[in-house]
């Protein structure tokens, strides 16, 4: 129940297309869902986060849309640029704790 | 601001040595996290200290423990390593407790041989 299902494992996209990658929990405790984005060597660095009062957050070309019945959420990048080539988390957390439950992670590459 | 600082950036040790990786959360906030981060099992939860106070502990044997000084800096130390224990080791600082906004540190990379 605490797990966070991610998927694609890989996607290929297209210079300027939609990159969309899902992800699916099943604890209902889970109110905060921030995705985080990770080069080679570095730490995960958050893009944008969620709670389950809004049904989508959009900041610059990262939107992140929810469907609280459904226990889904996914991140869509539009007009996806080859510097977003990386690796993306989806994660989740509960009320009052900072512990976050990552998902397996996505590795976007962005084709010129 | 400064980010997050994690050091050391890399490490090597052997087996059944001992090591203590630090984090300096960033200025004004006083909640640290520490994750496991491996190819196979990929990013775990290993423990939250907000005040210097322990508040949740992932699933890892009793040889993976840390602690949180006055300063809010944080240390997390390893005992007994196992070839396993190799890993990419991150820290995240957030402001306050809770499910808020939290930042990763680079990590410090472990080898055990």
């Known amino acids: 129940q605490q797990q966070v299902k991610q998927s694609p494992q890989s996607l290929i996209v297209q210079k300027g297309g939609i990159s969309i990658i899902n992800c699916a929990y099943e604890?209902?405790?889970?109110?905060?869902f921030p995705w985080y984005q990770q080069f080679p060597g570095k730490g995960p660095a958050l893009l944008i986060a969620?709670?389950?009062?809004?049904s989508e957050k959009k900041e610059g070309r990262f939107t992140i849309s929810f469907n609280k019945s459904a226990k889904q959420f996914s991140l869509h990048i539009m007009d996806s640029q080859p510097g977003d080539s990386a690796t993306y988390f989806c994660?989740?957390?509960?009320?009052?704790?900072?512990?976050?439950?990552f998902g397996q992670g996505t590795r976007l590459t962005i084709n010129p | 601001k400064a980010g997050v600082t994690q050091t050391p950036r890399y490490l090597i040790k052997t087996r059944g040595q001992q090591v203590t990786l630090s984090c300096s959360p960033i200025?004004?906030?006083?909640?640290v996290s520490w994750y496991q981060q491996t190819p196979g099992q990929g990013l775990q939860f290993l423990f939250e200290?907000?005040?210097?106070?322990?508040?949740n502990k992932g699933n890892f044997p009793g040889r993976f423990s840390g602690r949180q000084f006055s300063n809010s800096r944080s240390e997390m130390n390893v005992s007994t390593l196992e070839l396993g224990d190799s890993a990419l080791y991150l820290c995240?600082?957030?402001?306050?407790?809770?499910?808020?906004?939290?930042?990763f540190g680079q990590g410090t990379r472990l080898t055990v041989v």
């Open positions: 969620i709670r389950p009062d809004v």
């Open positions: 200290y907000f005040s210097e106070t322990q508040r």
């Open positions: 994660a989740a957390s509960m009320e009052g704790a900072q512990k976050l439950v």
């Open positions: 200025s004004g906030h006083r909640s």
């Open positions: 995240a600082s957030s402001a306050q407790k809770g499910n808020t906004e939290a930042f």
């Open positions: 604890n209902t405790a889970f109110d905060y």
